[in-house]
Nanobody, 123 residues
């Protein structure tokens, strides 16, 4: 069974960079045709897909995010990471990493999730 766990600072100051790491066990991020994503949920709001990195290192990003997003990976550690630049208090959310099972125009289905990590951007 695949397991994912987020880690990183829980507090970030405005204008700085939010950095999180997802550690994957029970499966490899380089396994063919697997896609690994970052999703967030602000308080009282729905899930927002941020981006993903594929097994071959290809990256995909949501065009709707106002801040700069970057996803990278370290295959030797079986980890992938998220960087969100120039954050504001509106970036406060629970951040999840997850594996994509199926992606359609109407939505994305995930089969494995991390537990989520709270990130607060102070004002």
């Amino acid at each position: 069974q695949v397991q994912l766990q987020e880690s990183g600072p829980g507090l970030v100051k405005p204008s700085q960079t939010l950095s999180l790491t997802c550690t994957v066990s029970g499966g490899s991020i380089t396994t063919s045709y697997t896609y690994w994503s970052w999703i967030r949920q602000p308080p009282g709001k729905g899930l927002e897909w941020m981006g993903a990195i594929a097994y071959d290192g290809s990256t995909y990003y949501s065009p709707s995010l106002k801040s700069h997003t970057s996803i990278s990976r370290d295959t030797s550690k079986n980890q992938f990471s998220l960087q969100l630049n120039s954050v504001t208090p509106e970036d406060t959310a629970v951040y999840y990493c997850a594996r994509i099972l199926l992606a359609l125009r109407v939505g994305v289905l995930y089969d494995y999730w991390g537990q989520g990590t709270q990130v607060t951007v102070s004002s």
